[in-house]
């Protein structure tokens, strides 16, 4: 079995800085792409950022220019740095993966466990 580990949540003040990370809990076969998704009280889960395998990204274009999504193959792991934080970044980060576990098996898709940003003003 396959976890998605989070860390790097925490309480920061608006135009400060936080970074997440997002690590495969064990040896996979591959891991195609990563992506981090928020979700506020009351409001839906919704896309932050996402990056390929191959290192292409596309954001949200709420974060687009303060969030920047990597990762590290290597390690299958993702980053999100999010700066010039703002109080509506509040929210439980999710990191989400579609991994294939096994070569003879077809990928599924993963969650984290979630993480919470919270933006004082």
């Known amino acids: 079995q396959v976890q998605l580990v989070e860390s790097g949540g925490g309480l920061v003040q608006a135009g400060g800085s936080l970074r997440l990370s997002c690590t495969a809990s064990r040896r996979v076969f591959s891991v195609n792409v990563m992506a981090w998704y928020r979700q506020a009280p009351g409001k839906q889960r919704e896309l932050v950022a996402g990056i390929t395998s191959g290192g292409s990204t596309n954001y949200a274009d709420s974060v687009k220019g303060r969030f920047t999504i990597s990762r590290d193959n290597a390690k299958n792991t993702v980053y999100l740095q999010m700066n010039s934080l703002r109080p509506e970044d509040t929210a439980v980060y999710y990191c989400?993966?579609?991994?294939?576990?096994?070569?003879?098996?077809?990928?599924?898709?993963?969650w984290g466990q979630g993480t919470q940003v919270t933006v004082s003003s």
């Open positions: 989400n993966a579609d991994i294939r576990v096994l070569y003879f098996r077809p990928s599924s898709d993963y």
